[in-house]
Structures are given as C-alpha cells and as structure tokens.
C-alpha cells in the first residue's frame, strides 16, 4: 500500500459513511507474511510471521437504535444485524464478532456504522480474514467502551475464525495481526503465548509471490492435517508434537514435519541475529521441502515459485501460511528485491501463463485505532 493511497481510503471510508465525519474514528489491523514456522501453532510450536503494510481499514461511528451495519467498499455489499441474515463468509465474521465480543465480555453489544476496505489480498494466504475479525472486534470493543489486552483480543479473533470458518486455526495470523512491531518479526511461542520481536537486518528484503492460484481444499485438508498431528502426539504419549523428539518422529512424515520446523525457526532467529542470511535463507528452503515432502501441503506452483526466486538470487523462499496455492516468502538482499520480484514473475508467467503478482512488505506495527490521514 503506497502511502500516496492512504488519504483516499480514508475519504473512501468516511464518504461511505457519511453524516457527520467528525463523529468517524479508524480501526486498522495488518495481514501477515510468516517467514518460518508453518503447521506448528497448532502443536504448541514455534512460528516467525511479521505483520505486514496491508490492512484491513475500518471507519466507523457509533448508533442509538443498537443495530450493527458493516458496508464492504471492496465487496460492494452490506450486513445489517439483527436484520439480514449473515449468509456471506465476510456477514458470518460479523455475527460471529459480535456474539464473541457479548460472551467474552458479558456486555450486550452497542450499535454503531461501519464501513471497512481492505489490502490484504483475499484467498492468498496472507491471513486478511484474521485481519477483518481483529479490527473489527477493535471497533466492536470500542464503541462497547471495553478495552481487551493484546492477547485476549488474538484469541477472541482466532475464536471468530474457527466459528465462522469451521477451520480448526491456530493464533499464529491472529496475534501476528494484534502484535506486530515495525522492522521485526515475532518469535511466537504458541504454548506460553509470548511474542519475542525479533529485529529484521535493514539490508533483508521480504518479498511475497502471489502464485496466480486460490488456496484450494484448505478447510479439509488443514482439518485433516492438524487431527494427523494429535493423532501422533496421542500415540506418542505427548501433550503436543513440541514435546516429541526428531528420533520419536522418524518414521512420521507430518509429525517429522512439525518436530524438524520448530528446531527450524529457532535455529533462522540465531541464524539472522548473528548475521548468517545465507543459513536463514537455506532453512526456509529446508521448510519448503519439508512442507512439500513430508507434510504434503505444497502445489506445483509454489514448488516452481521457490525454485525461481533462488535462481533469481533469492538467499530462501518457501511456501508461508497454510499451503494447497496462495504465496510464497521469499528473502533476499534489500537492494536485489525488484529485481529479482520481476525475473520471478516474467520466468513464471511465461512457463505456467499464470499471473502471479509479486510485492516487497515491510514489517508494521500492530492493530490499533488510527488517525485519518
Ligand atoms: C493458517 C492458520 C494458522 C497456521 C497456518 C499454518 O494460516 O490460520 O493458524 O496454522 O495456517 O502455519
């Protein structure tokens, strides 16, 4: 998002709602990219995301009658409650935040306007849905004069997702959305809950490649995945597969997969503090075929993306998120990111015919309520 935008979303936004805008406040809440550590939150493990300079924005303004409206700028659609029915995906997140929000908190709900916009590309693996339920239960709680801490408002949002998605998720999009911090990645430990910011060195570029292709059959494969992993945990008598060793895991491709990831993370966060780039980048390799060959999430595509992006010049690239289509991240040399974004893209294109679209994120800070621009 180029900050020249960043003003018009805001008019976008306030015109929609219009009436007074002086009474229109802002929520904003970041996608994220995770640079290492996929199909571990679930297992208590270790993950690496940073939160990315694409948001969800929401303009919003309190209303009497208690009645909720959302309006959808990109979708051109609206939810009324307790009026339409929240059929739509996006209408379910709605309902969904407002029950989480009244349970949660054990107050009803208040009304209020609100008129959300969005540049977190949708089905892409960049978590916008986590960014939706976070920002808009920033607005929920805030028109409700509630204030949720950091954490209790990630889980409320991963909460959300599951009710709403039916997808048994872990929290690594939601707290990546609640707690990012400018330049750095998050070290997340999903068993304590903590978050370690780990800083990003200033010459490391991260770039995403959108593969052209949806996530695909992402419901039930993840459900299936994740029920393999306590599957294993159960038969090896463990709480969660962080407590496995390599050598219990051995003859176990998915749980070899979680258990040989979480070493991978910790070992990237010493790699990149020392300076060592180039051992970062070989474990996010290591991960990509670890996630295609032992926890079979990868696709064709993905599988060709990282093979570019490392002939390009990229120091690592691997599939992030959940897999089946979506991104890849790949790091490189600050200096070499347009280049090596369009060679990736222009061999792509012309071998697949697919269009993939490629862009450098940056580390931001975390969701809050935002001054217009
Ligand atoms: C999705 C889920 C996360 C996580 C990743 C895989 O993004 O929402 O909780 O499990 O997949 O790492």
């Known amino acids: 998002m180029s900050a020249a935008r960043e003003p018009s979303r805001f008019a976008a936004l306030r015109a929609e709602l219009g009436g007074s805008s002086d009474a229109v406040r802002f929520a904003r809440a970041p996608g994220r990219v995770n640079l290492i550590g996929d199909h571990t939150d679930y297992q208590d493990g270790f993950c690496l995301p940073i939160a990315i300079d694409r948001d969800v924005l929401v303009g919003f303004r309190a209303r009497a009658d208690g009645r909720v409206c959302v309006r959808s700028l990109d979708l051109d659609a609206s939810v009324e409650l307790p009026t339409t029915a929240a059929v739509a995906p996006w209408a379910r997140v709605v309902a969904v935040t407002l029950d989480v929000l009244a349970a949660r908190t054990g107050r009803a709900i208040a009304g209020f306007d609100a008129a959300v916009t969005s540049t977190v590309p949708i089905g892409a693996g960049l978590s916008s849905s986590a960014a939706f339920e976070v920002a808009l239960l920033l607005v929920a709680a805030t028109i409700a004069g509630v204030t949720l801490p950091p954490l209790d408002l ?189 060679e990736v893209s222009e061999r792509y294109r012309t071998e697949t015919g697919r269009e993939p679209s490629a862009f450098a994120v940056s580390a931001v800070d975390g969701a809050g309520l935002v001054a217009a621009s």
Do not use: K, W
């Not at 051995?250 to 749980?255: F, L």
């Open 154 to 342: 990630a889980l409320a949002a991963q909460e959300i997702e599951q009710r709403a998605s039916g997808v048994p998720c872990g929290v690594m999009d939601q707290v990546a959305s609640v707690s990012g911090r400018r330049d750095h990645a998050l070290l997340l430990d999903c068993r304590s809950l903590t978050v370690t910011p780990v800083a990003i060195p200033a010459h490391l570029g991260v770039l995403v490649v959108h593969s052209g292709v949806e996530r695909r059959l992402v419901g039930s494969a993840y459900a299936e995945r994740r029920a393999a992993c306590e599957a294993a945990a159960a038969r090896l008598g463990v709480a969660a597969l962080r407590d496995a060793t390599i050598e219990q895991v051995a003859d176990d491709p998915i749980a070899r997969h979680v258990v040989s990831e979480n070493a991978r993370v910790e070992a990237f966060v010493v790699a990149l503090a020392a300076g060592r780039a180039d051992d970062a980048g070989a474990l996010m390799l290591a991960s990509h075929r670890s996630l295609r060959d032992d926890f079979a999430v990868s696709t064709p595509e993905l599988d060709r993306l990282v093979e570019l992006s490392v002939e390009a010049g990229a120091l690592g690239a691997r599939l992030t998120g959940a897999g089946f289509g979506g991104c890849v991240v790949a790091l490189t040399a600050r200096d070499e990111l347009g280049r090596v974004a369009s």
